[in-house]
């Protein structure tokens, strides 16, 4: 992931400048068009299919040997984009993918919208390893506390193999660029706390971090 975060270029200072962070956050947690296709002080600025999320795709792929008829659930999967990459990846793939967005969900990409569901991740409505694959992807770190902690043990619960990734900081520069930057982000970790909570509610899958260098 950090390859794909690492190509944007961010101004810290003109985000927390240029528009009041807590009105810009209250909007963004609407979930909205704002959020995903608004201004890019909500959120995004426009996500649109470009392709970006294939090589993340392949590299999930090859890394967890996913194949035909393998059962993948992407919890925060927004529009869907790497689902559908790796159903291009991996022909025959099962997909589901769940998002509190229900903007997200109804502007997905179309193939795979069928396969997507408006569901919070703190509770997810399926059978314990239901899936060969988890995947949560600059989501969890959007809950309080209590909810990320259930979303946790639900996506060890529901998975076989289990990848998640979140915002976090290692030194003082990057937490205060975590904080110019994120406006939806409730749960503001350090590296060695994050690892903490998932020693906790007995999270044994694989995780990795987003940095703000």
């Given at each position: 992931?950090?390859?794909?975060?690492?190509?944007?270029?961010?101004?810290?200072?003109?985000?927390?400048?240029?528009?009041?962070?807590?009105?810009?956050?209250?909007?963004?947690?609407?979930?909205?068009?704002?959020?995903?296709?608004?201004?890019?002080?909500?959120?995004?600025?426009?996500?649109?299919?470009?392709?970006?999320?294939?090589?993340?795709?392949?590299?999930?792929?090859?890394?967890?040997?996913?194949?035909?008829?393998?059962?993948?659930?992407?919890?925060?999967?927004?529009?869907?984009?790497?689902?559908?990459?790796?159903?291009?990846?991996?022909?025959?793939?099962?997909?589901?993918?769940?998002?509190?967005?229900?903007?997200?969900?109804?502007?997905?990409?179309?193939?795979?919208?069928?396969?997507?569901?408006?569901?919070?991740?703190?509770?997810?409505?399926?059978?314990?390893?239901?899936?060969?694959?988890?995947?949560?992807?600059?989501?969890?770190?959007?809950?309080?506390?209590?909810?990320?902690?259930?979303?946790?043990?639900?996506?060890?619960?529901?998975?076989?193999?289990?990848?998640?990734?979140?915002?976090?900081y290692r030194n003082e520069e990057e937490k205060v660029n975590l904080l110019y930057w994120q406006i939806t982000a409730m749960s503001i970790f350090e590296k060695r706390d994050w690892e903490w909570l998932f020693e906790k509610v007995g999270f044994v899958g694989d995780f990795s971090f987003i940095?703000?260098?």
């Amino acid at each position: 992931m950090s390859s794909l975060h690492n190509k944007t270029k961010r101004d810290y200072l003109g985000r927390v400048n240029e528009f009041p962070k807590a009105e810009a956050a209250k909007i963004a947690k609407k979930w909205g068009y704002d959020y995903w296709d608004g201004d890019r002080k909500f959120g995004y600025g426009g996500m649109k299919y470009d392709g970006r999320w294939r090589p993340v795709a392949e590299t999930i792929a090859e890394h967890y040997n996913l194949k035909s008829e393998d059962k993948v659930l992407d919890v925060g999967c927004g529009k869907g984009f790497l689902l559908y990459e790796l159903t291009q990846v991996v022909p025959g793939i099962e997909i589901c993918g769940v998002d509190i967005s229900e903007y997200a969900i109804e502007h997905a990409k179309e193939e795979v919208k069928p396969f997507l569901r408006c569901e919070c991740a703190s509770y997810l409505p399926f059978k314990d390893k239901e899936f060969d694959l988890v995947l949560s992807i600059n989501t969890l770190h959007n809950l309080y506390l209590p909810g990320l902690w259930e979303a946790l043990i639900e996506i060890e619960r529901v998975g076989k193999q289990k990848y998640i990734c979140v915002e976090s900081y290692r030194n003082e520069e990057e937490k205060v660029n975590l904080l110019y930057w994120q406006i939806t982000a409730m749960s503001i970790f350090e590296k060695r706390d994050w690892e903490w909570l998932f020693e906790k509610v007995g999270f044994v899958g694989d995780f990795s971090f987003i940095y703000f260098s």
